[in-house]
């Protein structure tokens, strides 16, 4: 994994700048982690990892969420049950998830629309009928099936 960037990872947190909508959700997923995409589950309306079947209400935020909730680290999971920040409204950076293609990996553009994968993190496909969520604020390779870390400013 390479990349170009202007954008300096945030240090135990995963929202960069901007100002978000912040709610309050308890999870469903117990592998969800912070800067995953999540959806709310139209059942019981809690907080899910995305799956791609419904747009994303938001990301799972690590430093807005409770400390009694927080994994040990940034990249600790959350457990099933936590009450977790979903942040949302677009406009700021987050320094999300994506995964690179599984046959071939993924170049990403500076400024590249990124998309719903389907797991919680981002793609550069764009799966069929979806909208894109986020924008690349670094260009990066990322190898096959390999899940890392990028800069991006939420559409969403």
């Not at 135990?12 to 912040?22: A, D």
């Not at 457990?79 to 599984?102: L, P, R």
């Amino acid at each position: 994994m390479t990349g170009e960037s202007y954008v300096r990872p945030p240090v135990g947190k995963v929202i960069n700048r901007g100002e978000p909508l912040i709610v309050a959700e308890k999870t469903l997923t117990a592998e969800a982690k912070a800067g995953h995409l999540l959806a709310i589950d139209g059942n019981d309306y809690r907080a899910k990892k995305s799956d791609g079947t419904k747009m994303p209400a938001g990301w799972l935020s690590y430093e807005h969420t409770d400390l009694k909730f927080r994994p040990v680290d940034l990249d600790g999971t959350f457990a099933a049950g936590d009450v977790v920040a979903v942040v949302a409204g677009g406009g700021f950076e987050v320094y999300a998830f994506v995964t690179g293609k599984a046959e071939t990996g993924s170049a990403i553009a500076l400024g590249a629309l990124l998309y719903d994968n389907g797991d919680g993190t981002l793609t550069a496909s764009a799966p069929e009928d979806s909208l894109p969520v986020a924008r690349a604020l670094e260009s990066m390779t990322v190898a096959a099936a390999v899940t890392a870390r990028i800069a991006v400013r939420s559409l969403i």
